[in-house]
């Protein structure tokens, strides 16, 4: 398998390693609302010259499938970048001496965000990826029907040198939420473009794992988690969700009724309005996963990064449960219930990830963000990692790992305001805090039992 990434920004020339939410009438968490915001792309790379693009800020809106379509649905965690320089951009600017160019708001003709060399490289993953994940499977769990799915898949993999991933070869599926492969959902230009991203994030990370798109037939609980039931009863062992909303005393029952898998490690986007719970990722039996901005650094470990946050009510999700049981692996004292996050991973537009979709935009390539980048990430250091204990909830696994060099410790940002009592739940430190968990992925050692 060839692992050559075109574009990609190694500035240091080396390889290192190569449902409803709650009841119906819950009010829903909705990732920006379609407004767009500003960022500065902050990255630790001087740009090549002082040209003014090479000064422009990211900007980006919330993708259509966070506005739910009806009552009771719930919101996809994405943004799409359009317009500025991106952090990818300006450390290939710094790579090749040449100004960085700004994105445009229209699809670009090449990659404008991270690539799978750049994600595997900052988490420790080249040498996993290149030979582990061959025969596992990763389940992606979103609402209504994507057409292009396995084409604009393939026009990734393509890019990015990465095998085919086919319905022919049997790499690639594509069903609904009862496993029909004929029988799908209504398509839905906004939720296609979730789609793509979580596709193309878990090829980067797992280039060598299988891939099963399960689409629900709407975007509520009962439709999403039914999706995760028919995802586990198939066989898959990482089911990626990137949706949430309000938390609701029927918690604990959408818990046992569609999240309680052990043996199979969920995970689950932690949200994209700042500091507050949401569900699912407030499950005690999922692994939630934070955000954080990655850039290129001069340190060891090549890369630095902190706590997604660009507003108040933008960036990364955490909080303390209102509902779900504390699971016993989590001993932080300033939260009685489930605390979120476990871990974490690129989540800021600004540093964001190069996807490419087709479906009811112009085809090309986008740069996204949110917290259902971060998702599907981590669900490839699982895979990566190897099949959980039959027994087991994985969410533990980096639990296990804490303080070692397993993880990547987030020590600086925040993402709101709470308790001084317990400001670890939106406030980064050294060891465990609620923005980004343990930590990130530096290798896979974390993510297996």
């Known amino acids: ?153 393939a026009k990734y993999r393509s890019y990015y040198g990465l095998d085919a991933c086919t319905t022919s070869n049997g790499c690639f599926t594509k069903i609904s939420q009862t496993g029909s492969t004929t029988s799908l959902p209504a398509a839905d230009s906004g939720w296609a473009e979730e789609e793509s991203l979580d596709l193309d994030m878990a090829s980067a990370v797992c280039p060598q794992c299988n891939i099963m798109l399960v689409e629900a037939k709407s975007a509520t609980t009962a439709n999403l988690g039914t999706a995760v039931n028919e995802a586990v009863a198939l066989g898959a062992k990482y089911v990626s969700n990137s949706y949430g909303g309000s938390e609701s005393s029927s918690d604990s029952t959408y818990d046992t009724k569609y999240y309680k898998h052990p043996g199979v490690a969920i995970t689950v986007s932690a949200g994209d309005e700042g500091y507050g719970a949401e569900y699912p990722a407030a499950s005690r039996y999922v692994t939630a996963v934070g955000g ?40 932080d004292t300033g939260c009685a219930k489930r605390t979120i996050a476990d871990v974490s991973a690129v989540a800021d537009p600004a540093t964001g990830v190069s996807v490419y979709d087709s479906y009811g935009v112009t085809a090309g390539w986008y740069t996204f963000g949110g917290t259902s980048a971060s998702a599907p990430i981590i669900a490839g250091v699982y895979a990566l990692a190897g099949t959980p204990g039959s027994g087991d909830y994985p969410a533990e696994y980096p639990y296990e790992s804490a303080g070692t060099s397993a993880l990547n410790d987030v020590t600086s940002g925040s993402n709101g305001s709470c308790s001084s009592s317990a400001s670890y739940l939106c406030t980064a430190r050294s060891g465990y805090d609620g923005p980004t968990g343990w930590g990130t992925p530096e290798g896979t050692d974390a993510f297996t039992g």
């Open 1 to 153: 398998m060839r692992t050559t990434t075109p574009d990609s920004p190694h500035i240091r020339g080396r390889w290192r390693r190569a449902g409803a939410a709650g009841a119906a009438t819950a009010a829903l968490l909705f990732a920006g609302l379609g407004t767009a915001t500003q960022a500065d792309a902050t990255t630790t790379a001087a740009p090549a010259a002082s040209s003014k693009a090479a000064s422009a800020k990211v900007t980006w809106a919330a993708t259509p499938c966070a506005t739910p379509k009806h009552k009771g649905e719930l919101a996809c965690d994405s943004f799409r970048v359009t317009g500025g320089t991106t952090a990818f951009q300006k450390a290939r600017a710094a790579e090749t001496g040449k100004a960085a160019k700004v994105t445009p708001k229209a699809a670009a003709a090449g990659p404008t965000g991270f690539g799978p060399s750049d994600l595997q490289d900052a988490y420790g993953l080249t040498s996993a990826a290149a030979s582990n994940g061959s025969g596992e499977t990763i389940a992606i769990v979103d609402a209504y029907d994507d057409p292009n799915a396995e084409a604009d898949l």
């Open 292 to 331: 954080t901005a990655l850039s290129t650094s001069s340190n060891s470990r090549g890369w630095t990064e902190s706590v997604w946050n660009t507003s108040s009510t933008e960036g990364t999700g955490s909080g303390c449960s209102s509902y779900d049981t504390k699971p016993s692996w989590q001993t």
